[in-house]
Antibody, heavy 121, light 111 residues
């Protein structure tokens, strides 16, 4: 069965960076783009970006451009999301989600369990 | 402010039918991109409920249905059950933003 298992909770200080991992299993890792979505406490879902697990392509929501980097490691079937220059507003649960339908008009069929990132001084 | 607009809350009694609306614009739903719906319980990841505007993944009861018209979409839940109490989100693709957009979410309360 498809599983996306994310790394554990993180506590970071403002200005620091965080790197969250998402290990995929149960399907061919390079067959589906991976997305990152975050959810601030008590708030809705916010799409952050997409990465091609095969490498060579990533695209980010405008709000995060310049601060986020999404990468993948095919040898371990793992994708990563690194967010820099953290501020308190970045406190959220970060989800990875596998995308269906390619680069546009996609939806998310499988989700990781979420990783809580807390930014606090 | 979310690109897709949903009512913050809806409610209904067990057995009743409720609908949740999702309103977009000409760069997303109105551009013929599909709408997808997710169900989320507190403390858990979202779960795909409807894809391609009206299709149910395997295992989703047929009490849940979706539709789309113009720049809007709707999720309907019939035969409401206590276990349906959750947050519901719509999602689509936006050509202006070149990425995915979500509605702000709707909290369903079963009275």
């Amino acid at each position: 069965q498809v599983q996306l298992v994310q790394s554990g909770a993180e506590v970071k200080k403002p200005g620091a960076s965080v790197k969250v991992s998402c290990k995929a299993s149960g399907y061919t890792f390079t067959s589906y783009y991976m997305h990152w979505v975050r959810q601030a406490p008590g708030q809705g879902l916010e799409w952050m970006g997409i990465v091609n697990p095969s490498g060579g392509y990533s695209s980010y929501a405008q709000e995060f451009q310049g601060r986020v980097t999404m990468t993948s490691d095919t040898s371990t079937s793992t994708v990563y999301m690194e967010l820099s220059s953290l501020r308190s507003e970045d406190t959220a649960v970060y989800y990875c989600a596998s995308g269906v339908r390619g680069l546009i008009d996609y939806y998310f069929d499988y989700w990781g369990q979420g990783t809580l990132v807390t930014v606090s001084s | 402010q979310s690109v897709l607009t949903q009512p913050p809350s809806v409610s209904g009694a067990p057995g009743q039918r409720v609908t949740i609306s999702c309103t977009g614009s000409s760069s997303n739903i109105g551009a013929s991109y599909d709408v997808h719906w997710y169900q989320q319980f507190p403390g858990t990841a979202p779960k795909l409920l409807i894809y391609g505007s009206s299709n149910r993944p395997s295992g989703v009861p047929d009490r849940f249905s979706g539709s789309k018209s113009g720049t809007s979409a709707s999720l309907a839940i019939t035969g409401l059950q206590a276990e349906d109490e959750a947050d519901y989100y719509c999602q689509s693709y936006d050509s202006t933003l070149s990425g995915s957009v979500f509605g702000g979410g709707t909290k369903l309360t079963v009275l």
